[in-house]
């Protein structure tokens, strides 16, 4: 029986043109996942390390930005001899389109998986339109 394997590894994120990271620390994209339902999206990010209190939502204008800081893990009176494991933040941008409630974005983490919740506005949610006989 065939086995088929896939290898993850984090994708070191790229500064979009014109902007330049400023940290010298190693900034990686994470792995997303969008589900789309019938009254809101559901974006679950990869940010393994992160908590709720090292990740900062940022919603300006209609960008929504997400970044996490990850402090290395190195035990007291214990140094590195070996790391195949890469340490750094996280960051990851989204344009938000006007379908989006955004009084009502709703973030949580757990063990290093964000998960945010985006309400459909009002104007942009499917409805029923009754169809009646005409006389």
Request: charged share 30%.
């Amino acid at each position: 029986m065939a086995t088929a394997t896939q290898e993850l590894q984090k994708k070191e994120a790229t500064s979009p043109e014109g902007v330049e990271y400023t940290s010298s620390r190693k900034v990686f994209t994470p792995a997303v996942d969008i589900i789309e339902q019938k009254d809101r999206t559901i974006l679950i990010a990869d940010m393994p390390g992160t908590d709720e209190k090292s990740v900062d939502i940022t919603l300006e204008k209609n960008v929504l930005t997400i970044y996490g800081k990850v402090e290395p893990l190195v035990p007291e009176k214990h140094g590195l001899v070996f790391s195949e494991y890469g340490i750094g933040d996280y960051h990851r941008a989204f344009t938000l389109s006007n379908e989006v409630d955004r009084n009502r974005i709703e973030a949580t983490v757990k063990n290093g998986i964000l998960k945010l919740v985006l309400p459909k506005a009002e104007a942009a949610k499917a409805r029923k339109i009754a169809v009646r006989a005409e006389a």
